[in-house]
């Protein structure tokens, strides 16, 4: 099995600053894409940011040139940096690992816990 654990949400006025992580541990052969989501209440899942290696990235329209997105291989963590901040970035975000756990093997979907955060305006 994989786990995944977050870290780094809390409550922030508008314009400030926020530093999520992710990291996996368990039966890893390669982590094929690692990704944030975000749901606020009421409202489905939604992309924030994915990444497939240091240079391919994705991201949501509402968060281009304010997130960040990176990864480091060698500790199987993601990272989410937050700057300038909005009300509407207020929701629950979720880490997003597509690992392969074997070099044959099918590849599996894990998600994180979960991490709040909120945005005051």
């Known amino acids: 099995q994989v786990q995944l654990v977050e870290s780094g949400g809390g409550l922030v006025q508008a314009g400030g600053s926020l530093r999520l992580s992710c990291a996996a541990s368990g039966s890893i052969f390669r982590i094929n894409i690692m990704g944030w989501y975000r749901q606020a209440p009421g409202q489905q899942r939604e992309l924030v940011a994915t990444?497939?290696?240091?240079?391919?990235?994705n991201y949501a329209d509402s968060v281009k040139g304010r997130f960040t997105i990176s990864r480091d291989n060698a500790k199987n963590t993601v990272y989410l940096q937050m700057n300038s901040l909005k009300p509407e970035d207020t929701a629950a975000y979720y880490c997003y690992f597509n690992v392969r756990r074997s070099e044959y093997g099918p590849d599996y979907n894990y998600w994180g816990q979960g991490t709040q955060v909120t945005v005051s305006s």
């Open positions: 990444i497939i290696s240091g240079s391919n990235t």
